[in-house]
């Protein structure tokens, strides 16, 4: 099992930006594709974005244009920009593996980290 841990999430005010990373261990991070997910109160995880290991990505339809998804493969980390939040990103982000770019999750789910957009 990839260890994942996420971070960088907080409160911040509509059309704010905040920039979530995830480090994972090694041995995964080098073969896999990783994606970011969300899930907020009542909802279902959806992906929101994934990147392969040379750097072809994806988007939700929801977050292309505001969100960036990228990858430092030499700290085995992974990072989300998030621009122009609305309330509607409000949700606890997750990251996981893939064994091909939008694929299901690879590995058992970390802590997540909180993102609330409010006034």
């Known amino acids: 099992q990839a260890q994942l841990v996420e971070s960088g999430g907080g409160l911040v005010q509509p059309g704010g930006s905040l920039r979530l990373s995830c480090a994972a261990s090694?041995?995964?991070?080098?073969?896999?594709?990783m994606g970011w997910y969300r899930q907020a109160p009542g909802k279902e995880r959806e992906l929101v974005a994934a990147?392969?290991?040379?750097?072809?990505?994806l988007y939700a339809d929801s977050v292309k244009g505001r969100f960036t998804i990228s990858r430092d493969n030499a700290k085995n980390t992974v990072y989300l920009q998030m621009n122009s939040l609305k309330p509607e990103d409000t949700a606890v982000y997750f990251c996981?593996?893939?064994?091909?770019?939008?694929?299901?999750?690879?590995?058992?789910w970390g802590q997540g980290t909180q993102v609330t957009v409010s006034s």
């Open positions: 996981n593996a893939q064994s091909m770019l939008g694929g299901p999750p690879l590995s058992s």
């Open positions: 090694e041995s995964i991070f080098r073969i896999a594709a």
């Open positions: 990147t392969t290991t040379g750097g072809t990505t």
